[in-house]
């Protein structure tokens, strides 16, 4: 890896574990994949998005790596729920989401294009990138 794409991995990696007061959280797990080992994963239907997962390009075309952020969170903390105006928040993963907004920005900022990304087969991207394995429910 060039030192360039190292400094930059390391920023990324300790601007996405940074404790922010304001958000609550900061990721516990990160991991990098090149999309071209994302593209090898076949696509498969998820019962509760009722859809097959997605590749990297249909999300962003020009994308050459997947950046996962994970977070330790506690079944009842993802699952609660409060209103907010007219429709319900899953609190925990707001904050999740917020977070990954924060190093999309950051991206954007130093000149990448860059998205949030949902529908990419998640579970089997923390295995390719090291923070995860391989379970029987993908």
């Known amino acids: 890896m060039s030192s360039d794409k190292t400094k930059l991995t390391n920023e ?5 574990k940074k404790y922010s ?4 959280t900061g990721a516990d797990l990160i991991g990098f994949v090149s999309v ?10 998820v ?3 009722q859809a097959n997962t997605k590749q990297p390009s249909e999300i962003l075309s020009s994308a050459k790596s997947v950046i996962l952020l ?4 506690w079944d ?18 707001e904050r999740m989401f917020y977070n990954a907004e924060k190093v999309v920005t950051l991206l954007e900022n130093k ?13 089997q991207i ?10 029987k429910t993908r």
Request: without cysteine.
């Open 36 to 45: 071209n080992k994302v593209n090898e994963i076949e696509p498969y239907w």
């Open 21 to 24: 007061s304001w958000v609550n």
């Open 76 to 93: 009842d903390m993802v699952e609660a729920l409060s209103r907010k105006g007219n429709k319900l928040e899953a609190y925990g993963y």
């Open 12 to 16: 990324i990696r300790s601007f996405a």
């Open 70 to 73: 994970g977070y330790h969170a």
């Open 111 to 123: 000149g990448f294009k860059a998205k949030l990304a949902s529908g990419l087969p998640m579970k």
């Open 47 to 49: 019962d509760y998005n």
């Open 126 to 135: 923390a295995r390719l990138a090291g923070v995860g394995s391989y379970g």
